[in-house]
Nanobody, 122 residues
Framework: QVQLVESGGGLVQPGGSLRLSCAAS????????MGWYRQAPGKEREFVAA???????DYSDSVKGRFTISRDNAQNTVYLQMNSLKPEDTAVYYC????????????????WGEGTLVTVSS
């Protein structure tokens, strides 16, 4: 069984910084990508950033230049460094990974963490 566990959320003032972490564990054979989505109150879940197996990264326009995603392949962990935070960044942030479990070889599946709340407010 595969688990994604996020940490690092909290309350921060506008202009501040936070660093989110997400560790994938369990019977993992290979990881294609790891990334972050977020869902603000009353809104749909949206893409934030992702890093792929070749270390290429992708960001939504709303966070480009402020957020940085990175990955520790040895630890199956992805990080999201969030700088210059704005009130509109307030949301539950979800970790996502597209990976192949050792129990379902040949099948790429998408896994989600339970989310961590980020609140940007003065």
């Amino acid at each position: 069984q595969v688990q994604l566990v996020e940490s690092g959320g909290g309350l921060v003032q506008p202009g501040g910084s936070l660093r989110l972490s997400c560790a994938a564990s369990g019977s993992i054979f290979s990881i294609k990508s790891m990334g972050w989505y977020r869902q603000a109150p009353g809104k749909e879940r949206e893409f934030v950033a992702a890093v792929r197996s070749g270390s290429s990264t992708d960001y939504s326009d709303s966070v480009k230049g402020r957020f940085t995603i990175s990955r520790d392949n040895a630890q199956n962990t992805v990080y999201l460094q969030m700088n210059s935070l704005k009130p509109e960044d307030t949301a539950v942030y979800y970790c996502n990974s597209k990976l192949m479990s050792a129990r379902t070889m040949g099948i790429w599946q998408s896994y989600w963490g339970e989310g961590t709340l980020v609140t940007v407010s003065s």
